[in-house]
T-cell receptor, first 117, second 108 residues
Framework: DAGVIQSPRHEVTEMGQEVTLRCKPI?????LFWYRQTMMRGLELLIY????????DSGMPEDRFSAKMPNASFSTLKIQPSEPRDSAVYFC???????????????FGPGTRLTVT | GQNIDQPTEMTATEGAIVQINCTYQ??????LFWYQQHAGEAPTFLSY????GLEEKGRFSSFLSRSKGYSYLLLNELQMKDSASYLC?????????FGTGTRLKVLA
């Protein structure tokens, strides 16, 4: 299995530009998560999809952030317009959780290191 | 509350044993997870506890006391490759809430 795939691995952009991060979850996994990691705040959940439907987007910082999952094998996280404070590593993770009350392991992609200047 | 507390940094010597503690305040959870994250890489799953007690997995063991809101990860026979961050996470329904991680440095 190829694992969770993310692209690009690194992105450097100027403030005000649109940024799109991409994720391909592990085949057969029904749950997908987008996280942001910074030194100060650690790993923060941005949004959670189950069976391609957004279930919880309470972690999305503001309207500049949006995420979609048009099918079971692809998701995007978009920031428009980007700001320097968005600089972080963005991880996508997937799992085959059997339900909200069962423990499950999450598999993380390699991450996208975003730098906004 | 959902605060998860871990020490920020620890240092230990190759071949030694180290215990990384994690305390949490949460009204309910499905499990307590430990992830390892090497610098510049993704977190990878190490272990999880659902019930009280010790779970052993090779050189690593994890302990949970739900009544005390306390867990620890025990690393035996430390190796240089164990230098990494160790993240404690509480699963609540579908959500993981992560601590900020403990950066472990293993010295020769």
């Amino acid at each position: 299995d190829a694992g969770v795939i993310q692209s690009p691995r690194h992105e450097v952009t100027e403030m005000g530009q649109e940024v799109t991060l991409r994720c391909k979850p592990i085949s057969g996994h029904n749950s997908l998560f987008w996280y942001r990691q910074t030194m100060m705040r650690g790993l923060e959940l941005l949004i959670y999809f189950n069976n391609n439907v957004p279930i919880d987007d309470s972690g999305m910082p503001e309207d500049r952030f949006s995420a979609k999952m048009p099918n079971a094998s692809f998701s995007t996280l978009k920031i428009q317009p980007s700001e320097p404070r968005d600089s972080a590593v963005y991880f996508c993770a997937s799992s085959s959780g059997q339900g909200a009350n069962f423990p499950y392991e999450q598999y993380f992609g390699p991450g996208t290191r975003l730098t906004v200047t | 509350g959902q605060n998860i507390d871990q020490p920020t940094e620890m240092t230990a010597t190759e071949g030694a044993i180290v215990q990384i503690n994690c305390t949490y305040q949460t009204s309910g959870f499905n499990g307590l997870f430990w992830y390892q994250q090497h610098a510049g890489e993704a977190p990878t799953f190490l272990s999880y506890n659902v019930l009280d007690g010790l779970e052993e997995k090779g050189r690593f063991s994890s302990f949970l006391s739900r009544s005390k809101g306390y867990s620890y990860l025990l690393l035996n026979e430390l190796q240089m490759k164990d230098s990494a961050s160790y993240l404690c996470a509480v699963q609540r329904t579908y959500k993981y809430i992560f601590g900020t991680g403990t950066r472990l440095k293993v010295l020769a």
